[in-house]
């Protein structure tokens, strides 16, 4: 009876599932000529349904524009294509909640509470980032986030003052999303604890969104730090900032900073404030042991994104062929290096008709951010996530 080797990946959104796709298109069939093994591919994620939360931003004045059957998609859909797989792919709902290196486990939590145990062969690490709130990242169930965006979209036409904060993409696109769809103009300030929008821009292309947004009725609020905030028996939200003072708000949204979702990792494989210690040139996590591997926004080895993600697929795609075609005897395949490039890049719509941005440091004009992102922010391109549709051999 042949031995049966377990590919695991932890997490199911943009990186666990172009991961998946891959090794199911280019890596699976080549191992299916193993005479002594069979393989096993298993995904483990805390929901059950993929979202493009890429459109957060215009889901939260508007699930109309952006409605939830396309938004959120089952996870394994997908994978039906791959008929001559069907008894090869899992799906496992649940939170990760441990990782033995030693014993080449995995351990995630069943949304009935119960612990699960899965030993695997080779192991990719794409868990992800979370942020303070179910309207821009998945907090569980993929239900809590319809839950709470579809309530947003109620609340915010009734709402006379409006508090965001973070001074990045996200707060700036749900800032401006908000002023653009919202006619009843209600009093919206974007709070930042830096001292200009969009760090990762020209100082003259921050100027470029402030002014945008100004346009739109938007005051802007730099150097402030919110400290707290508390919901008060009215159903506002006192807010408290870095500077003694109060604010009061009928609807505060936090869109300010990411955690790494690696609390189940052992310490010594995390590292620069608890992201994966993935080497920044394999994408093999060394200190694990072989054949583990991390990819997206949880690796930390780079500023994170879709277009980050998919600079470093093909080399996950290559280093995780090499060392798995080899062990398994079927033929040999080149590694490659990932080579960071933290050159500025970044697409803000600012209401579905304006933006700013840039690409690999060129300064993209308004209507390029228009057309390119702030029509639908990218949601005609999901099938390429949840069903491989571009993915190429590395």
């Known amino acids: 009876?042949?031995?049966?080797?377990?590919?695991?990946?932890?997490?199911?959104?943009?990186?666990?599932?172009?991961?998946?796709?891959?090794?199911?298109?280019?890596?699976?069939?080549?191992?299916k000529q193993a005479k002594?093994?069979?393989?096993?591919?298993?995904?483990?994620?805390?929901?059950?349904?993929?979202w493009h939360h890429i459109a957060?931003?215009?889901?939260?004045?508007?699930?109309?524009?952006?409605?939830?059957?396309?938004?959120?998609?089952?996870?394994?859909?997908?994978?039906?294509?791959?008929?001559?797989?069907?008894?090869?792919?899992?799906f496992h709902q649940g939170s990760a909640s441990g990782l033995n290196t030693e014993a080449r486990t995995v351990s995630y939590t069943s949304p009935q509470g119960s612990e699960e145990i899965l030993p695997y062969y080779a192991l990719v690490l794409a868990t992800g980032v979370r942020s303070p709130t179910p309207l821009t990242t998945l907090q569980g169930?993929?239900?809590?986030?319809?839950?709470?965006?579809?309530?947003?979209?109620?609340?915010?036409?009734?709402?006379?003052?409006?508090?965001?904060?973070?001074?990045?993409?996200i707060g700036v696109e749900v800032a401006g999303e908000i002023a653009t769809h919202l006619t009843h103009n209600p009093k919206i300030t974007l709070i930042t604890s830096g001292d200009k929008l969009m760090p990762i821009f020209t100082a003259s292309r921050a100027a470029k969104t402030?002014?945008?947004?100004?346009?739109?009725?938007?005051?802007?609020?730099?150097n402030t730090k919110i400290t707290g905030s508390e919901e008060l028996p009215d159903g506002k939200t006192e807010i408290s900032l870095s500077n003694g003072s109060t604010m009061t708000a009928d609807i505060y949204i936090p869109a300010i900073g990411v955690q790494p979702n690696t609390e189940f990792l052992p310490p010594n494989l995390k590292a620069n404030n608890d992201y994966v210690a993935t080497n920044g040139r394999t994408l093999r996590v060394d200190a694990a042991g072989p054949r583990v591997y991390s990819i997206g926004d949880v690796s930390g080895v780079n500023l994170g994104g879709i277009l980050m993600l998919q600079a470093a697929l093909p080399i996950l795609g290559a280093n995780l062929s090499h060392d798995l075609f080899e062990d398994a005897n079927?033929?040999?395949?080149?590694?490659?290096?990932?080579?960071?490039k933290d050159n500025e890049t970044q697409l803000v719509p600012i209401g579905a008709k304006q933006g700013v941005g840039a690409f690999n440091g060129w300064g993209m004009p308004s209507f390029v951010i228009a057309m390119v992102k702030g029509k639908d922010y990218f949601l005609s391109t999901v099938p390429e996530t949840t069903e491989g549709t571009k993915l190429t051999k590395a």
């Open 210 to 222: 402030q002014k945008m947004l100004e346009k739109l009725g938007v005051t802007v609020v730099y």
């Open 330 to 340: 079927v033929g040999t395949f080149a590694e490659r290096t990932y080579v960071r």
């Open 36 to 50: 002594d093994y069979d393989y096993a591919l298993h995904l483990v994620d805390p929901s059950t349904h993929f």
């Open 141 to 169: 169930s993929h239900q809590l986030t319809i839950k709470a965006l579809d309530e947003m979209n109620v609340k915010l036409p009734m709402a006379k003052e409006i508090v965001i904060s973070g001074g990045g993409p």
């Open 1 to 31: 009876m042949s031995e049966t080797r377990n590919i695991v990946i932890l997490g199911a959104s943009y990186a666990g599932l172009n991961a998946a796709h891959y090794i199911c298109k280019f890596v699976l069939p080549k191992l």
């Open 56 to 90: 957060a931003p215009r889901e939260i004045v508007s699930v109309k524009e952006m409605p939830h059957e396309k938004c959120f998609l089952d996870c394994m859909a997908g994978f039906k294509q791959y008929s001559s797989l069907k008894d090869s792919i899992h």
